[in-house]
């Protein structure tokens, strides 16, 4: 198994990354918010869980171990495979996700695409106790919008290669939908909003 990759960032892509190392540009499929992390030409590390399937091998990166392990952890539900389990990381932290399972909080499943009211109370009850309890400070589900949201989407978005202009446009784009979560904006949904507003323009 391949544990974590190190090296230079050699290219972004809305969902991947591809860092060189030893002479070899290796494919990771990564969040938004760990995309959000590098930089084009800089040093990464990120570690790595490999999914073998009989017709591709695909590497799924995170930002850190942790994340790496809730991964793993969450695959373990019937029914739920990486790119489900990778969505839900997405749009929630592992503390957030730790939290909801702990509490039973359906709302927050279902804020992932692809789980219904009916999968969410399946999954609280397979992960009740496999995933853990809150290991961290991260805010509460519905807890007041936290500035920096936009500094972070935004160097996010000049990460993916996007001008300053484009970037900063996107970011008024989506400006509404962070004010209407009314709760801590997550940088992971509002990055894929922007890039969706970024491709119609074009």
């Known amino acids: 198994m391949i544990a974590f990759v190190s090296g230079t960032v050699a290219a972004l892509a809305p969902d991947a990354a591809v860092v060189e190392v030893g002479g070899v540009g290796m494919s990771v499929q990564c969040t938004p918010d760990t ?15 490999l999914v073998v399937r009989e017709d591709s091998l695909t ?9 790496r392990q809730v991964f793993v952890l969450l695959q373990t539900a019937s029914g739920v495979g990486p790119r489900l389990a990778q969505a839900m990381l997405a749009v929630h932290s592992p503390d957030v ?6 509490t039973g909080d359906e709302k927050a499943l279902t804020a992932v695409p ?10 609280l009850l397979e992960l009740k106790d496999r995933l853990g309890a809150p290991v961290g400070t991260a805010p509460a589900i519905g ?14 978005l000049i990460g993916l290669g996007y001008a300053t ?13 962070a004010e209407a979560a009314g709760g801590t904006p ?10 969706q ?6």
């Open 35 to 49: 995309l959000s992390t590098l930089r084009l030409g800089q040093p990464a590390k990120l570690h790595t869980s």
């Open 59 to 67: 590497l799924y990166g995170f930002a850190d171990d942790d994340a």
């Open 97 to 102: 996700l730790r939290r909801a399972v702990a």
């Open 114 to 123: 692809g789980i219904g009211k009916k999968g969410a109370q399946k999954l």
């Open 143 to 156: 807890a007041p919008v936290t500035q920096g949201w936009r500094d972070q989407l935004h160097a996010a």
């Open 165 to 177: 202009r484009e970037a900063e446009e996107a970011v008024t784009a989506v400006a509404p939908q």
């Open 186 to 195: 997550q940088v992971g949904p509002l990055l894929k909003a922007a890039l």
């Open 197 to 202: 507003t970024l491709n119609r323009a074009r």
